[in-house]
């Protein structure tokens, strides 16, 4: 499964924006689909995380409060609801399998540029 990002962009700083990462398959065969970020000079982190099996989330403490991942499974699409923007929010965002080895990971998309201007 194939998983591509959209919906990044340019935003003022207490903005929003709504990522989506499409499963060229059935997202149900990815036990668990998160995001990750990276921002310049600074590694690949997982931000958020959602549960293909019941729905269970995680965020990171940068993003906790003002995120909300969730699931369309009839669309196979995972998406990321941004809320409160922050400069600090800017970062190139990917999709992947929740867990991966981010150096390790090879199957990386090609992530949406968010930038969030104060």
């Known amino acids: 499964v194939q998983l591509a990002e959209s919906g990044g962009g340019l935003v003022q700083a207490g903005g929003s924006l709504r990522l989506s990462c499409a499963a060229s398959g059935s997202i149900s065969n990815i036990f668990a689909v998160g995001w990750f970020r990276q921002a310049p000079g600074k590694a690949r982190e997982q931000i958020s995380c959602?549960?293909?099996?019941?729905?269970?989330?995680y965020y990171s403490d940068s993003v906790k409060g003002r995120f909300t991942i969730s699931r369309d499974l009839a669309n196979n699409t995972v998406y990321l609801q941004m809320n409160s923007l922050k400069s600090e929010d800017t970062a190139v965002y990917y999709c992947?399998?929740?867990?991966?080895?981010?150096?390790?990971?090879?199957?990386w998309g090609p992530g949406t540029q968010v930038t969030v201007s104060s």
């Open positions: 959602i549960s293909s099996k019941d729905n269970s989330a």
């Open positions: 992947a399998p929740c867990g991966v080895n981010v150096d390790a990971y090879h199957s």
